[in-house]
């Protein structure tokens, strides 16, 4: 099993571009998140999803869109790039959400994306 | 005042020390994840724990709902278990996400 996949690995954007962050996940999981890490701010929510067809806003969604079209797939898109979103962004999965049993949360590898 | 406290932020040992990190939070919750964040950038997930204790090769979490904290131990450590340990809640006021300390970064030395 490949677990959580994320690709691209690295990214560079100009201001105002558009691009789409993709998570596939392999282990039948029914929520997926994005999270983005900064230095000195820790991971941090950009939205999730508790199945197939829904999304919800974490704690910081302004400037992304999401979509779950597929169980397996979790897509993050920001539609006007401001250099704000560089950052490292993390895909996650897990069973079932956060704080039952079976919350353990299994994250890809990262995206890290320069906005310049 | 961050909701999630580690504790301390850098620690450096000798090869078999034993290690212990520490990460308070400010209410209840309904459980505690701690992670591991390796130089490479990739998380893993170490454990997930709402009471007790709970024992994975040489790393050991602990967690006392009372006191409102937890401390992830590691026995005869070695240079490869240099990372970043995070620290993350759910259920802080009952809201359901995870709230991430500041991280906790281990460098063991040979």
């Known amino acids: 099993n490949a677990g959580v996949t994320q690709t691209p690995k690295f990214r560079v954007l100009k201001t105002g571009q558009s691009m789409t962050l993709l998570c596939a996940q392999d282990?039948?999981?029914?929520?997926m998140y994005w999270y983005r890490q900064d230095p000195g701010m820790g991971l941090r929510l950009i939205h999730y999803?508790?199945?197939?067809?829904?999304?919800a806003k974490g704690e910081v969604p302004d400037g992304y869109n999401v979509s779950r079209l597929k169980k397996q797939n979790f897509l993050l898109g920001l539609e006007s790039a401001a250099p704000s979103q560089t950052s490292v962004y993390f895909c996650a999965s897990s069973y079932t959400f956060f704080g039952g049993q079976g919350g353990e949360q299994y994250f890809g590898p990262g995206t890290r994306l320069t906005v310049t | 005042k961050n909701e999630v406290e580690q504790s301390p932020q850098n620690l450096t040992a000798q090869e078999g020390e034993f290690i212990t990190i520490n990460c308070s939070y400010s209410v209840g919750i309904s459980a505690l994840h701690w992670l591991q964040q390796h130089p490479g950038g990739g998380i893993v997930s170490l454990f997930m724990?709402?009471?007790g204790k709970k024992k994975h090769g040489r790393l050991i979490a602990t967690i006392n709902i009372q006191e409102k904290h937890s401390s992830l131990h590691i026995t005869a450590s070695h240079p490869r278990d240099s990372a970043v340990y995070i620290c993350a809640v759910n259920g802080l006021r009952g809201a359901q996400k995870l709230v991430f300390g500041q991280g906790t970064r281990l460098t063991i030395n040979p």
């Open positions: 724990l709402s009471s």
């Open positions: 282990m039948n999981h029914e929520y």
């Open positions: 999803s508790v199945g197939e067809g829904t999304t």
